[in-house]
C-alpha cells in the first residue's frame, strides 16, 4: 500500500490548506472527517470517516499512515481538545507510531482561556507519548480576526478589547505545516506568527476601510483576566518566524472571501 499522510480537520480552514499543498507536491492524502464525502468532492486523495471523540474509525484511518497532520480541533473547551488527541495517539501507537505533526496556539500558556488550556494539554499528551512529533504554535489566522470583525461590526458601533494581535496567513501556516510534516520529527518548532503586531482597533478600521463599511470602533478596557492578558501582550510571541502577509494585504487580495 502506497504511505499516506493523513491529515485531521482536513475541512476546515488549515487543514484544506494543507491538504491542497501535500496534493501538489505528489504526496498520498487521507483526510479525517466525522462526515461522508460529498458527492462533489474532486476525488484526488481518500477519505476516512472516523470521529476522535468516539474513536468510530479511526483506527482504520490509521493504516498504511506514514505522517499525520493533525489540525483536528475540539473548540468547545479543554476537555474535548485534550480527548480528541488522546484518542489520535492512542491509535497511532497501534499502528507503529507514524510521525505526528500538531498545531498549536502561541503562548497558550500566558492566556487563560479554556480553549488554550485544552490545547496545552494535548501538547503535554503528545509530548509524553512516545510518538515521535513536531509542534508548530501559530498566531490567530487573518480568517479568525476578519470573522470576529464581521460579528462586531453588525452592531452600530465596533467594541472591541484593548490590545494587540501579529495575524498571519494560514496559507503560510499550512506551507510551514507540509515542510515539517516532509521532514524529520522536530519537537517544539520556533512560533510562526505574521508579520506585523497591531492594536486591535487599528486592525479594525483596515478590515472596515478594506471592506468599504464604516462604523465607529471602540475599544475597550474590559475587566477580567483575559482581558488583562489581552492588554499587557501576553497572547504576543517574543522572537517569532514572521509570515509575509499582512493583514490589509490578506483583505485587499480577497483571500478566502
Ligand atoms: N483559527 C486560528 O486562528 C488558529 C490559530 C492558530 C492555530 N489554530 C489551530 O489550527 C487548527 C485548525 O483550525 P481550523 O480553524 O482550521 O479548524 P477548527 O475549526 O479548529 O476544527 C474543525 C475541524 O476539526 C475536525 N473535528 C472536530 N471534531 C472532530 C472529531 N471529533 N473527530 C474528527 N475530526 C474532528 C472537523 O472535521 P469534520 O467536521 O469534517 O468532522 C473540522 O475539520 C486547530 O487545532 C486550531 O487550534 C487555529
Same mark, same amino acid.
Given at each position: ?8 480537520? %482536513?475541512?476546515?480552514? =488549515?487543514?484544506?490548506?494543507?491538504? %491542497?499543498?501535500? &496534493?501538489?507536491?505528489?504526496? !498520498? ?11 462533489? /468532492? ?5 477519505? #476516512? $470517516? ?21 489540525? #483536528?480541533?475540539?473548540?468547545? !473547551? ?9 484518542? =489520535? =495517539?492512542? #491509535?497511532?501507537?497501534?499502528? +507503529? ?15 487563560? =482561556?479554556?480553549?488554550? @488550556?485544552?490545547?496545552? %494539554? ?34 452600530? $458601533? ?5 490590545? @494587540?494581535?501579529?495575524?498571519? /496567513? ?6 510551514? &505545516?507540509?515542510?515539517?510534516? &516532509? ?7 520556533? /512560533?510562526?506568527? +505574521? ?33 488583562? #492578558? ?6 504576543? %510571541? ?20
Amino acid at each position: 500500500m502506497q504511505e499516506r499522510t493523513l491529515v485531521t480537520g %482536513a475541512t476546515a480552514t =488549515l487543514g484544506r490548506e494543507v491538504v %491542497a499543498r501535500l &496534493l501538489a507536491i505528489g504526496h !498520498g492524502v487521507r483526510v479525517m472527517s466525522r462526515r461522508p464525502r460529498p458527492a462533489e /468532492d474532486p476525488q484526488h486523495y481518500e477519505w #476516512a $470517516v472516523a470521529d476522535l471523540t468516539t474513536g468510530r474509525g479511526v483506527a482504520d484511518a490509521m493504516a498504511g499512515v506514514r505522517t499525520i497532520v493533525h489540525c #483536528a480541533s475540539g473548540r468547545s !473547551g479543554r476537555q474535548k481538545e485534550a480527548y480528541i488527541t488522546r484518542t =489520535l =495517539l492512542e #491509535a497511532a501507537r497501534q499502528a +507503529g507510531s507514524p510521525h505526528l505533526v500538531y498545531i498549536s496556539i502561541i503562548n497558550i500558556d500566558q492566556v487563560p =482561556l479554556a480553549y488554550y @488550556r485544552g490545547k496545552l %494539554a494535548s501538547e503535554k499528551l503528545i509530548e509524553e507519548s512516545g510518538v515521535p512529533f513536531t509542534i508548530l504554535r501559530a498566531a490567530q489566522f487573518h480568517d479568525l480576526v476578519r470573522s470576529l470583525f464581521a460579528g462586531a461590526a453588525k452592531l452600530p $458601533v465596533m467594541p472591541l478589547p484593548t490590545g @494587540r494581535l501579529q495575524p498571519v /496567513d494560514v496559507r503560510e501556516v499550512a506551507d510551514r &505545516l507540509v515542510e515539517l510534516a &516532509l521532514g524529520e520529527p522536530g519537537g517544539r518548532v520556533r /512560533d510562526l506568527a +505574521g508579520p506585523e503586531i497591531r492594536d486591535t482597533g487599528d486592525l479594525a478600521r483596515a478590515y472596515l476601510r478594506i471592506t468599504g463599511k464604516q462604523r465607529p470602533v471602540w475599544t475597550l478596557k474590559l475587566p477580567g483576566k483575559l482581558f488583562r #492578558a489581552l492588554r499587557e501582550g501576553h497572547n504576543i %510571541a517574543r522572537d517569532p518566524d514572521r509570515g509575509s502577509a499582512t493583514f490589509e494585504s490578506w483583505l485587499a487580495e480577497g483571500a478566502h472571501r
